[in-house]
């Protein structure tokens, strides 16, 4: 569920809903619901927007960035 | 479900589609010359496209930076990755030439051009040239333009899906429109003198680094070639398809925006592989990616690979401007965040980049200098066949597109769509796919293109055999998914039709490729292994006039 959103905070002004680029947050019975968490683009237009500071993000570990120390030291 | 249809025709004289980058400049310089203005935008342009949180590189020419010769600019332009094949010289002078205007709009509507007080050039730069790449804060750059764009009187329809174009006697005349703002979607249909395609590129034509994970892409997954379908159909030239490359970035999170990168490219070592730097450059960036973004899949491939963004050299102050300040600007901070949730710290860590699938940038609508392609009124600005420049290249000539319009509109008449007959089958063909109640969901046809399309017109082998069977795969694909594709709600409708439009556009990729008998660049034809020098700087076009399929090779201008 890559943006969560903070029941407590949301005050289902539906912003989020509105402009995420892809549609993946949807207002169903006046909540806020993450519908297609599959197709998020990770963008956080929502988590930037939401004037209640109502949501973070999770990177999926589909989603994993691959860290490497260097093995030559440095 | 079925599906609804607005009574009210939407009349204007210029209907933009897609309201990114190209097609709010577009709006404005419409709006400015006078004429009326309506922008159909899929999700809200004050958050849509690849620019949605921010770009960070305005790619341009300010003589009070780089002097008054032009030429030597052009020269030096040509060789980042703003330049190079396939883009017609007089393209690449035009949108160099007013890419100056376009900066000083975007600050007087209060986009920060000028972060640092200066004009101030950083990255994708070529060690020893001038630098072209005006480093801007990008961050409220969709705000602004919607707000400019509101004042010059253009009307914005959010969640606006336009899906086909009208004709009548050969020149444009309207379109057709989905509403997806309710569960239930609504047709809505254009009366338009003249219509701008600016849907952005083609992403999620090809599988891409998780292949589960179709939005996982380094440009807007809301861009699937929807300007580009629509205009193979309504008999429109594209260029260049054929030639689609792939971008570089992390793994395995696809972020556009590798020039805001301050590292080395390095192997598993941590040693430096490229021949541009040897510490980690603010200034210029690692070119090494934009000049050759297969470099990762090649190392891979041949046993050399990982390879690394190395950051392990960067300054402290130069990190911290990095993570917390650039990538703010280019809307990919959500590498930042990543980052600082896992507590990556890139003074000790590398991050493995790779290479990006293919996927459709600077390929497309055939366009002249007025921003017109072969069918009058139709308009195109962003993803075209024959203009590079990134955002600058997609926002000048959106610029142009915009201007050009306000004249050509006053030198036709309006014509009447209400009898139009594509309305009609285009309803039945929707109100099909809809009341299906059961069938295929749109991912499993899209899931099976971007196979089709990897295996059969790929980035390693291209063969005579291989396009042969590809098509045949893709035409079944096709039928298949006409005759079995559901959708339940406005959503899944609009994937629907993405996933249909993109069939369409590595169908025309494939024709494309397997014209092309020679191998170059990426496209790599086991069948023809040299690059045939007659076809040396010339761009391929496709078009169809009525079930055929005529393609060309012609030269530049
Ligand atoms: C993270 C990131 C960083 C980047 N940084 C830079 C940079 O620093 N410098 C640079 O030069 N370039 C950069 N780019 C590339 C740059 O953003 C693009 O070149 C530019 O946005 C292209 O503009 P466009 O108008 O063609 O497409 P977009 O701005 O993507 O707009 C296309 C619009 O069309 C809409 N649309 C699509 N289909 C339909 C349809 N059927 N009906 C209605 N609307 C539709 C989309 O929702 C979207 O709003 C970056 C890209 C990304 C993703
Ligand atoms: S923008 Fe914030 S407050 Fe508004 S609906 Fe979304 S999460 Fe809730
Ligand atoms: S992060 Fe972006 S794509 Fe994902 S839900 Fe939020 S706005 Fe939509």
Same mark, same amino acid.
């Given at each position: 569920?890559p943006?969560?959103?903070?029941?407590?905070?949301?005050?289902?002004?539906g912003?989020?809903?509105?402009?995420?680029?892809v549609?993946?947050i949807?207002?169903e019975?006046?909540?806020?619901?993450?519908?297609?968490?599959?197709e998020?683009?990770?963008?956080?237009?929502c988590e930037?927007?939401?004037?209640k500071?109502a949501?973070?993000?999770?990177?999926p570990l589909?989603?994993?960035?691959l860290?490497?120390?260097?093995?030559?030291g440095? | 479900m079925s599906?609804?249809i607005?009574?009210?025709?939407?009349?204007t004289?210029?209907l933009?589609?897609?309201? @990114?980058?190209?097609?709010?400049?577009?709006a404005?310089a419409a709006?400015?010359?006078?004429?009326d203005?309506?922008?159909a935008?899929? +999700?809200d342009?004050r958050?849509?496209?690849?620019?949605?949180?921010g770009n960070?590189?305005?790619?341009?020419?300010?003589?009070?930076?780089?002097?008054?010769?032009?030429?030597?600019?052009?020269?030096?332009?040509?060789m980042?990755m703003d330049?190079?094949?396939?883009?017609?010289?007089?393209?690449l002078?035009?949108?160099?030439s007013?890419s100056?205007?376009v900066? %000083?709009?975007?600050?007087?509507?209060?986009i920060?051009m000028?972060?640092?007080g200066?004009?101030?050039?950083?990255?994708?730069s070529?060690p020893?040239?001038q630098?072209?790449?005006?480093?801007?804060?990008?961050t409220?750059?969709?705000?602004? /333009?919607?707000?400019?764009?509101?004042a010059k009187?253009?009307?914005?329809m959010?969640?606006?899906?336009?899906n086909?174009?009208l =004709?009548?006697?050969?020149?444009?005349?309207?379109?057709? @429109?989905?509403?997806?703002?309710?569960?239930?979607?609504?047709?809505v249909?254009f %009366?338009a003198? +003249?219509?701008?395609l600016a849907?952005?590129g083609?992403?999620?034509?090809?599988?891409?680094?998780?292949?589960q994970?179709?939005?996982?892409?380094?440009?807007?997954? +809301?861009?699937t070639?929807?300007?580009?379908?629509?205009?193979l159909?309504?008999?429109v030239k594209l260029?260049?398809?054929d030639m689609?490359?792939?971008?570089a970035g992390?793994?395995y999170?696809?972020?556009?925006?590798?020039?805001?990168?301050?590292? /080395?490219t390095?192997?598993?070592?941590?040693?430096?592989?490229?021949p541009?730097?040897d510490?980690?450059s603010?200034?210029?960036g690692?070119?090494?990616?934009?000049?050759?973004?297969?470099?990762?899949r090649d190392?891979?491939?041949?046993g050399q @690979?990982p390879?690394?963004?190395?950051c392990?050299?960067?300054?402290?102050?130069? /990190?911290?401007?990095?993570?917390h300040t650039?990538?703010?600007s280019?809307?990919i901070?959500s590498?930042?965040?990543?980052?600082?949730?896992?507590?990556?710290? =890139?003074?000790?860590?590398?991050?493995?980049?790779?290479?990006y699938?293919i @996927?459709?940038?600077?390929?497309?609508?055939?366009?002249?200098?007025?921003?017109m392609s072969n069918?009058?009124g139709i308009?195109?600005?962003?993803?075209?066949g024959n203009?590079?420049g990134?955002?600058?290249?997609?926002?000048?000539?959106?610029m142009?597109?915009g201007?050009?319009?306000a004249?050509?509109?006053?030198?036709?008449?309006?014509?009447?769509v209400? !009898?139009?007959?594509l309305?009609a089958e285009?309803?039945a063909?929707y109100s099909?796919?809809?009341e299906?109640?059961?069938?295929?969901?749109?991912?499993?046809?899209? +899931?099976?293109?971007q196979?089709?399309?990897?295996?059969?017109a790929?980035?390693?082998?291209?063969s005579?055999s291989?396009f042969?069977?590809?098509?045949?795969?893709?035409?079944? =694909?096709?039928?298949e998914?006409?005759?079995?594709l559901?959708?339940? !709600?406005?959503?899944e409708?609009?994937?629907?039709l993405?996933? /249909?439009?993109?069939m369409?556009?590595?169908e025309a990729?494939?024709?494309m490729a397997?014209n092309?008998?020679e191998t170059?660049?990426?496209?790599?034809?086991?069948?023809?292994?040299?690059?045939n020098l007659l076809?040396?700087?010339k761009? %391929?076009?496709?078009?169809r006039?009525g079930?055929e399929?005529?393609?060309?090779f012609r030269s530049?201008?």
């Amino acid at each position: 569920m890559p943006p969560i959103i903070n029941k407590k905070k949301c005050v289902s002004c539906g912003y989020c809903a509105q402009i995420c680029p892809v549609d993946v947050i949807k207002m169903e019975h006046k909540e806020a619901v993450v519908k297609y968490p599959d197709e998020c683009w990770h963008c956080r237009a929502c988590e930037k927007d939401c004037p209640k500071n109502a949501i973070t993000m999770r990177y999926p570990l589909s989603h994993l960035m691959l860290n490497m120390k260097p093995l030559g030291g440095k | 479900m079925s599906i609804k249809i607005r009574n009210e025709i939407i009349k204007t004289d210029f209907l933009i589609v897609g309201g @990114g980058s190209a097609g709010m400049q577009a709006a404005i310089a419409a709006g400015e010359k006078g004429i009326d203005v309506v922008i159909a935008e899929k +999700a809200d342009t004050r958050r849509s496209g690849s620019g949605a949180n921010g770009n960070d590189h305005f790619a341009c020419y300010i003589p009070e930076c780089h002097g008054d010769d032009f030429e030597l600019v052009i020269r030096q332009i040509d060789m980042t990755m703003d330049g190079g094949p396939f883009q017609d010289p007089t393209m690449l002078r035009l949108w160099v030439s007013r890419s100056f205007e376009v900066v %000083q709009k975007w600050e007087a509507i209060g986009i920060n051009m000028r972060p640092t007080g200066k004009w101030n050039f950083e990255g994708h730069s070529v060690p020893g040239n001038q630098r072209y790449h005006l480093k801007y804060d990008g961050t409220n750059q969709k705000m602004a /333009l919607t707000k400019e764009a509101k004042a010059k009187g253009v009307k914005i329809m959010n969640k606006m899906v336009v899906n086909e174009l009208l =004709l009548d006697q050969g020149r444009v005349v309207g379109a057709i @429109g989905i509403d997806i703002s309710d569960t239930q979607p609504e047709v809505v249909i254009f %009366q338009a003198k +003249a219509v701008l395609l600016a849907t952005g590129g083609a992403s999620r034509l090809y599988p891409g680094i998780t292949p589960q994970y179709m939005f996982n892409d380094c440009g807007c997954p +809301a861009n699937t070639g929807a300007g580009h379908a629509m205009a193979l159909r309504a008999g429109v030239k594209l260029a260049n398809l054929d030639m689609a490359a792939g971008h570089a970035g992390p793994r395995y999170f696809a972020r556009g925006g590798k020039g805001t990168w301050i590292g /080395l490219t390095s192997d598993i070592n941590g040693t430096c592989i490229t021949p541009y730097q040897d510490k980690p450059s603010r200034e210029n960036g690692d070119i090494a990616s934009d000049i050759w973004p297969g470099s990762y899949r090649d190392r891979m491939q041949c046993g050399q @690979g990982p390879t690394y963004m190395n950051c392990t050299q960067t300054t402290d102050e130069d /990190l911290d401007y990095m993570l917390h300040t650039a990538m703010v600007s280019e809307g990919i901070d959500s590498i930042t965040d990543q980052l600082a949730q896992r507590n990556i710290d =890139l003074r000790k860590e590398m991050i493995e980049f790779g290479s990006y699938n293919i @996927g459709i940038g600077s390929q497309g609508v055939d366009i002249d200098t007025h921003a017109m392609s072969n069918v009058p009124g139709i308009f195109a600005a962003g993803s075209v066949g024959n203009v590079k420049g990134s955002l600058a290249g997609a926002v000048v000539i959106g610029m142009v597109a915009g201007e050009s319009a306000a004249d050509y509109v006053k030198t036709v008449d309006e014509v009447s769509v209400e !009898n139009h007959p594509l309305i009609a089958e285009k309803i039945a063909f929707y109100s099909e796919i809809l009341e299906r109640e059961s069938g295929a969901h749109w991912k499993e046809a899209g +899931a099976t293109l971007q196979n089709i399309m990897n295996d059969y017109a790929g980035a390693n082998v291209r063969s005579e055999s291989l396009f042969a069977a590809g098509l045949a795969y893709l035409a079944t =694909l096709k039928e298949e998914s006409l005759k079995h594709l559901y959708a339940t !709600n406005s959503h899944e409708f609009m994937r629907v039709l993405e996933t /249909l439009d993109l069939m369409e556009v590595g169908e025309a990729l494939m024709i494309m490729a397997r014209n092309r008998k020679e191998t170059r660049g990426m496209h790599k034809r086991v069948d023809y292994t040299y690059t045939n020098l007659l076809l040396n700087g010339k761009f %391929q076009t496709i078009q169809r006039v009525g079930d055929e399929v005529k393609l060309e090779f012609r030269s530049p201008f």
